[in-house]
């Protein structure tokens, strides 16, 4: 025989049920209300303000010029700017390989940037412009001492300009730093000779092909050189030293032959 439930026993039950849903409905509207409450208390204070702008990577300008590009300002929403478009504004200078913006923490935000690899430095007036490993020349926030690359004299041919930043690019970084200058010296056999002077007073011919391969050597063939003898490198071909005291005696007798079979009837 079924068993028969009286409605006084489900009574209970269903007051259960009721209480539950009622407890539910209560904790989903308190969950938004303070929830919402939180959200405005966040926007009006200062917790949603930036108080910090970072920048790391900055050597070629200033931090304060990328601050300034950002446009973003202290004491403005920390969500009122959208990161890509502020990385997109940053990116479109020459100078800058890549960058990113990004939130820090609950009030802070950051700027990194990798800058273009500074190669060298041209006469631009009287004033010296930075050379780019991307082959851009920009113009540097107040005078420069260019005692970090060389200085690149004669190179109005962009062919043979975009060549030998090319090569200045795949040198060692040590090596770089002893060049100080590179002079465009085209010969009849050889549109791409160069003229390099050394920090070390030494002199080195090249040809602008093989420069840096043969250039990355520099170090090494120094080394078996006496210290106190400067001279002429000739990497041209191979690898030939003739002291400074040797070239200008030759050119001396030179000139005096010449200056002698001038004066023979």
Do not use: C
Request: charged letters at 30%; a negative charge.
């Amino acid at each position: 025989m079924e068993k028969v439930i009286d409605i006084e026993d489900r009574i209970p039950t269903f007051k259960e049920r009721r209480r539950r849903r009622t407890n539910k409905k209560f904790s989903i509207l308190l969950f938004l209300f303070v929830t919402t409450l939180l959200i405005v208390l966040y926007f009006q204070s200062s917790y949603s303000q930036i108080q910090s702008i970072s920048v790391s990577g900055a050597s070629l300008v200033s931090e304060e010029k990328y601050i300034e590009q950002s446009t973003i300002k202290l004491g403005e929403s920390m969500w009122g700017f959208r990161e890509n478009q502020v990385t997109e504004i940053i990116e479109q200078n020459d100078w800058v390989e890549s960058a990113k913006v990004k939130r820090t923490w609950l009030t802070g935000v950051e700027i990194q940037v990798k800058e273009y690899k500074k190669v060298g430095y041209e006469e631009n007036g009287e004033a010296l412009h930075i050379i780019l490993e991307n082959g851009k020349t920009i113009e540097p926030e107040g005078q420069v001492v260019p005692i970090d690359g060389p200085i690149l004299s004669g190179f109005e041919k962009e062919k043979i300009r975009v060549r030998l930043i090319k090569e200045l690019k795949n040198l060692d970084s040590e090596v770089l730093l002893t060049i100080s200058q590179i002079n465009y010296k085209p010969t009849e056999n050889d549109p791409y000779s160069i003229q390099v002077f050394m920090n070390d007073g030494n002199e080195v011919q090249a040809i602008i092909p093989s420069f840096s391969e043969k250039m990355n050597f520099y170090p090494s063939i120094v080394s078996q050189l006496e210290p106190d003898v400067k001279g002429i490198i000739d990497l041209e071909v191979g690898s030939f030293f003739q002291p400074y005291k040797e070239v200008y005696n030759n050119v001396v007798e030179e000139e005096a032959m010449e200056v002698e079979e001038e004066q023979t009837p």
